[in-house]
C-alpha cells in the first residue's frame, strides 16, 4: 500500500506535520505502508513567504508550489490513498484536494480550528487569498476525517459522516526526561514558534513577580522565536531546532502553556503542554478547550488563568522539588498511555488501511 502525504513543508519543519504524521513513519513502514512525501516549501521558500519581502518573490514561490502540487495530484503513478494535513495547497479554492480525490480516497488531518480566518501580520494585505472556505469543501470529499480532538471533530461532523479523533501525540521513546537532574536551579520553560509567541506575552507580568520573588533560583527560557526579548527578565528568545528543542525540554523542571481563551485557541490540541508533561517536566497550562481534559489539576499538572494563579501555581512548584517530582512523573505517565505515538500508531495505520480498501 502507497501513502501520498500532500505535504506544504519539507520534512522537519512543521510542528503539525512533525507531531501528526512524521512521527508515524517508521510504524507505518513496519507495517508495509509506504509514505511518497511531496512537499512543497523548504526553510528559505518558508523565510521568503511569510517574511517581509516582496510580492514578486512571494508570487514565485507560490508558482513554484503550485507546479509542484498539480504535479503530485496529476502524474501518473500508483497512490492508494492520499493523506493532507490541514490543507495540500495554502491559497485560494481547493483545487489540489479535489484533483487528488478523484485519484484515490483523501484522508484528511487537522489540529486547529483552521475554518477561522487567521493571517500572518506579514501577509495580512494577502488575506483575501487565505481561504478559509475551502475547508468545509475539503472535509466534505474527504474520505476519512482525523481530528486533533473533540471540540474539532464535532465542527467537522457537519460536513463528513466520518470523522475520528486521533490526539497529537509524543514519541515518547524519544521525549523521555533525564535519569538524573542535578541542578538547584529551577528553570522554567516555553518552547514555540514566532506565531505562537504572542501566547506568552501576557503572562510576562506574572512571571517578572516570580523572577522578583525568587531571584537567582529560577532560570527562564523561551525557544522558537529568536527575535523575542523582554529586558525585564533579561531574556533573549533562542532559535529552534531539533536538538536544541530537546535539550531545553531535558532541563526543564516546569513547562509553561498559557492560552488565550477565544474560538481558535479552543481547538488547540495542548501540544506545548503534552511535550513538556512527557519530559517529566511539572506543567502549567491555561485551562482553555483540550488543556481541561489533559490536565488534572494537582495530579499531572496545574491549571492558571490570572495572574494570581499563575504566580501561585509556579510558586507552589519552586519551593516543592518533591511536588514537581510527583506532578511531572503524573504528567509523564498521562502522555505515554493517552498521548503517545505508540498508543496510537496502530488506529493510524488502521484509519489509512481502511481508506484503501
Known amino acids: 500500500m502507497k501513502v501520498g502525504f500532500l505535504a506544504l513543508q519539507a520534512p522537519d519543519l512543521s510542528p503539525g506535520q512533525?507531531?501528526?504524521f512524521e512521527a508515524f513513519l517508521p510504524h507505518l513502514s513496519r507495517r508495509g505502508i509506504e509514505v511518497s512525501y511531496d512537499w512543497?516549501?523548504?526553510?528559505?521558500d518558508l523565510r521568503v513567504f511569510y517574511g517581509?519581502?516582496?510580492?514578486?518573490k512571494k508570487g514565485l514561490i507560490a508558482a513554484k508550489a503550485a507546479l509542484r502540487r498539480l504535479r503530485s495530484?496529476?502524474?501518473?503513478r500508483e497512490i492508494d490513498v492520499f493523506f493532507v494535513q490541514r490543507e495540500a495547497f495554502f491559497l485560494l479554492n481547493h483545487w489540489s484536494e479535489w484533483l487528488a480525490h478523484l485519484r484515490a480516497p483523501v484522508v484528511f488531518d487537522f489540529d486547529d480550528a483552521i475554518w477561522i480566518h487567521a493571517v500572518?501580520?506579514?501577509n495580512r494585505r494577502f488575506a483575501f487569498l487565505k481561504n478559509v472556505e475551502k475547508i468545509p469543501r475539503v472535509v466534505g470529499l474527504s474520505h476519512t476525517v482525523i481530528a486533533?480532538?473533540?471540540?474539532?471533530?464535532t465542527w467537522a461532523r457537519q460536513h463528513s459522516r466520518n470523522v475520528q479523533v486521533i490526539p497529537t501525540c509524543v514519541d515518547t521513546d524519544r521525549f523521555a526526561p533525564l535519569s538524573n537532574r542535578a541542578d538547584s536551579v529551577v528553570t522554567i520553560g516555553w518552547s514555540g514558534s514566532p506565531s505562537t509567541v504572542a501566547h506568552l506575552r501576557p503572562l510576562l507580568p506574572a512571571l517578572e513577580r516570580v523572577k522578583a520573588r525568587y531571584q537567582d533560583r529560577v532560570r527562564l527560557r523561551v525557544m522558537g522565536d529568536p527575535t523575542f526579548s523582554h529586558a525585564p527578565l533579561g531574556l533573549q528568545g533562542e532559535a529552534w531546532s531539533a536538538e536544541a528543542e530537546l535539550e531545553l525540554l531535558r532541563r526543564m523542571d516546569i513547562g509553561l502553556m498559557p492560552l488565550p481563551d477565544d474560538a481558535w485557541t479552543r481547538g488547540k490540541c495542548g501540544l506545548k503542554g503534552l511535550v513538556s508533561m512527557s519530559m517529566?517536566?511539572?506543567?502549567?497550562?491555561?485551562?482553555?478547550?483540550?488543556?481541561t481534559e489533559i490536565v488534572k489539576h494537582g495530579e499531572n499538572g496545574l491549571l492558571?488563568?490570572?495572574?494570581?494563579?499563575?504566580v501561585e501555581a509556579l510558586s507552589r512548584l519552586i519551593d516543592d522539588a518533591a511536588l514537581r517530582q510527583r506532578i511531572g512523573a503524573a504528567g509523564r505517565a498521562t502522555v505515554v498511555e493517552r498521548y503517545s505515538v505508540q498508543r496510537w500508531q496502530e488506529p493510524l495505520a488502521a484509519l489509512l488501511l481502511d481508506a484503501a480498501r
Open 18 to 20: 512533525r507531531y501528526r
Open 40 to 44: 512543497l516549501l523548504d526553510r528559505d
Open 52 to 56: 517581509r519581502e516582496s510580492p514578486v
Open 73 to 76: 495530484v496529476v502524474r501518473p
Open 120 to 122: 500572518s501580520e506579514a
Open 148 to 153: 486533533g480532538n473533540e471540540y474539532l471533530a
Open 280 to 291: 517529566g517536566a511539572a506543567t502549567v497550562m491555561s485551562p482553555v478547550g483540550v488543556n
Open 304 to 310: 492558571a488563568r490570572t495572574d494570581d494563579e499563575w
